[in-house]
């Protein structure tokens, strides 16, 4: 079905994205981290560069509509592990899942890949939901709590999903639906939940992951 050459996921690893090392336990196989030195970053991008298509490459970290960025443990991200021009490099002919914030955006620039999946605007973190309301009019309020529920739930059903994709279960141009499905049975328990309070807005940024999800097919 998606007969992959080789399976690659690629965690950005600083004090911030240290809760997707979920994905080590699951797919030790495949996982490789990289932080912020010059060698470990050069490592990354050589094991990109020796990928015989078609392969799958998954990307763990922070992204923009720019790029992919590389470990910051400042948080001030900056430098881009992958912009554009190297995006279209690297994923040539590959099928690419980027769980990272506005990697839909980013894949509007990206044209080398075979089948690639982004999503919109992810908060992850205290920091990143204080970025968000700066910007937008509608405040979101949340907790650490929930910001961390809100990871759990996000990343256990991408294991799921990325679970399925390699065990052949799925073809890669499914996964959205997959994700929606698996979202909307989240979102229903955290509703039922009445011992919280701020259940609805918590169920927003589930039903916004949901509906940014973004499949693009380039071949």
């Not at 994905?23 to 050069?42: G, Q």
């Not at 560069?49 to 470990?71: A, M, Q, T, W």
């Not at 980027?98 to 992810?122: A, M, P």
Request: hydrophobic share 40%; glycine share 4%.
């Amino acid at each position: 079905m998606n007969d992959y050459k080789r399976i690659l996921i690629l965690h950005a690893v600083d004090n911030s994205t240290l809760f997707l090392k979920s994905f080590e336990e699951e797919f030790s196989d495949y996982y490789v981290p990289f932080d912020s030195t010059k060698e470990s970053i050069f490592m990354a991008k050589k094991l990109l560069g020796n990928l015989d298509p078609k392969s799958l490459i998954i990307f763990l970290g922070h992204g923009s509509s720019f790029g992919l960025y590389e470990p910051d443990e400042n948080h001030n991200y900056e430098k881009l592990f992958l912009d554009a021009n190297w995006g279209n490099h690297f994923f040539e002919d590959h099928d690419v899942f980027l769980l990272s914030c506005r990697s839909s955006e980013y894949l509007d620039k990206i044209y080398q890949s075979n089948l690639s999946l982004g999503f919109g605007n992810i908060i992850s973190s205290d920091d990143e939901l204080k970025i968000h309301n700066n910007k937008n009019d509608i405040k979101k309020e949340l907790s650490i709590d929930e910001i961390n529920l809100f990871n759990d739930i996000y990343i256990k059903i991408s294991i799921k999903v990325v679970k399925r994709l390699i065990n052949e279960e799925i073809s890669f141009d499914t996964i959205p639906k997959y994700f929606k499905f698996l979202i909307n049975q989240e979102i229903n328990k955290v509703l039922l939940n009445k011992d919280n309070m701020n259940r609805v807005e918590l169920s927003r940024m589930l039903f916004d992951f949901r509906n940014e999800i973004i499949l693009k097919k380039n071949s």
